[in-house]
T-cell receptor, first 115, second 113 residues
Framework: EAGVTQFPSHSVIEKGQTVTLRCDPI?????LYWYRRVMGKEIKFLLH????????ESGMPNNRFLAERTGGTYSTLKVQPAELEDSGVYFC?????????????FGNGTRLTVT | AQSVSQHNHHVILSEAASLELGCNYS??????LFWYVQYPGQHLQLLLK??????LVKGIKGFEAEFIKSKFSFTLRKPSVQWSDTAEYFC???????????FGKGNQVVVIP
């Protein structure tokens, strides 16, 4: 089966610009998660979709971040306007069901650099 | 909020040496524990997990981990590393039971041939 794919793999933008990251989960996986790793720090949870609904968005840092999952398939994470501290690696993961016994499958991540 | 700490963020070993990576978590209730690995240029992969039962768990590629509840620890071990074990290793905990993981900062492990 195809894994979780993320696009782009790298993005370099200037402060104030907008960037949209995309995640395609494994087909049939209703649960989709976004995580972020700022350089030198932990990978942190951002939010969790179940199909098209936001189950938990408590990890979103501020209202410059907008995640969507229209139709319950792929998801986008938009940062507008980007700030320097948004630089990091954004990971997407999916799982078949919500419980912890349904393993997470991660994508390769998108490395975002804001200059 | 739960938190996970990992020490010795950079580890350099020779092949055939033993590897031990420590992990401590802060949550006092029921917690599910994981070790993930990220090889260069690849995605995060699950090495092993602990939910309950035998505190010694075996994972893929010869890795094992020991859960010690009294010490809030989940230690990863491999008796004899190979060059291909060069990677970054992450400990993670979930106290919500829904894959909302708290990760440690990671251990960058380099194995010298």
């Amino acid at each position: 089966e195809a894994g979780v794919t993320q696009f782009p793999s790298h993005s370099v933008i200037e402060k104030g610009q907008t960037v949209t990251l995309r995640c395609d989960p494994i087909s049939g996986h209703d649960n989709l998660y976004w995580y972020r790793r700022v350089m030198g720090k932990e990978i942190k949870f951002l939010l969790h979709f179940v199909k098209e609904s936001k189950q938990d968005e408590s990890g979103m840092p501020n209202n410059r971040f907008l995640a969507e999952r229209t139709g319950g398939t792929y998801s986008t994470l938009k940062v507008q306007p980007a700030e320097l501290e948004d630089s990091g690696v954004y990971f997407c993961a999916s799982s078949q069901s919500q419980g912890i016994r349904s393993p997470l499958h991660f994508g390769n991540g998108t490395r975002l650099t804001v200059t | 909020a739960q938190s996970v700490s990992q020490h010795n963020h950079h580890v350099i070993l020779s092949e055939a040496a033993s590897l031990e990576l420590g992990c401590n978590y802060s949550y006092g209730g029921t917690v599910n524990l994981f070790w993930y690995v990220q090889y260069p240029g690849q995605h995060l992969q699950l090495l092993l997990k602990y939910f309950s039962g035998d505190p010694l768990v075996k994972g893929i590629k010869g890795f094992e981990a020991e859960f010690i509840k009294s010490k809030f620890s989940f230690t990863l071990r491999k008796p004899s590393v190979q060059w291909s074990d060069t990677a970054e290793y992450f400990c993670a905990a979930d106290s919500y039971g829904n894959n909302r993981l708290a990760f440690g900062k990671g251990n960058q492990v380099v194995v010298i041939p």
